[in-house]
């Protein structure tokens, strides 16, 4: 079976009323992309497994297209929020066999990945719903996690302070694969139209941290991390648990 080397963060869903109490969220994916003229059968069995097996809690899930890059017409299924307790629970037979049965049957299944929401890095909107994921990964240079964390936390203010419309989390691999991808950062729009807007980005910035702060902004980031791509996603409603998103 072809093995698909997805970026995997990019298709995170983010709950941010998840936190248990182990004090942490963190979500399992799986990377899949449908067998050659298997695409109807694929969303159909996904669909049937999901609404079975996948209701709520930390077995909840949402689904996403893979829109841009190399890895496009691909899906991402990813499940939670979870900890690693969730894993001490195995699967049921049943629950088994119907993955095999229906998805996949009619899958390539790439890998298998966890992500953790970094403590204190995540906003979004009261009530918000994510549609659109924009997300940005990157390497994380020798001796600059907690750097590059106070960095990006400027941003977090911003967004915080001015109650902006968009979502924004910041979470870590936890068993990276050798890609350089340690850490992503993702954006989330509840619409494509809101990618078109102009929030006045610069001024907002540096209204908060000063004048010419939004440049040193890019040169402390830059010292930190390493710039691995970027991804556009999209949710698949009808194939998530709802109000998973």
Partial sequence: MKKLLIPLFLIISIHLNAQDDEGYVMY???????KSGHQKQLREGMKAHNEKFH????????????RTGPNATGMSWVKGPMTWSSLDTPLTEDHLDDWVKNVDAHAEVGEFAFWKLVEGMTYAPEGFKAAVMRIRWFGIKPGKSDDAREIFGRIFEVYRQNKLDIGLHMLTNQATTGDGRELGIL??????????????????????????????YFRDWGEAVEFKGTQLNSL???LSTPDSE
Avoid: F
């Fill in 28 to 34: 399992q994916t799986i990377q899949l992309k449908a």
């Fill in 55 to 66: 209701t709520e809690g930390s077995e909840a899930v949402s689904v996403w297209n893979i």
């Fill in 187 to 216: 954006w989330q729009h509840d619409s494509w139209a809101s990618m078109d807007k102009d929030r006045d980005w610069v001024a907002k910035y540096e209204a908060i941290h000063g004048k010419d702060s939004w440049s040193e």
């Fill in 236 to 238: 698949i409603p009808e």
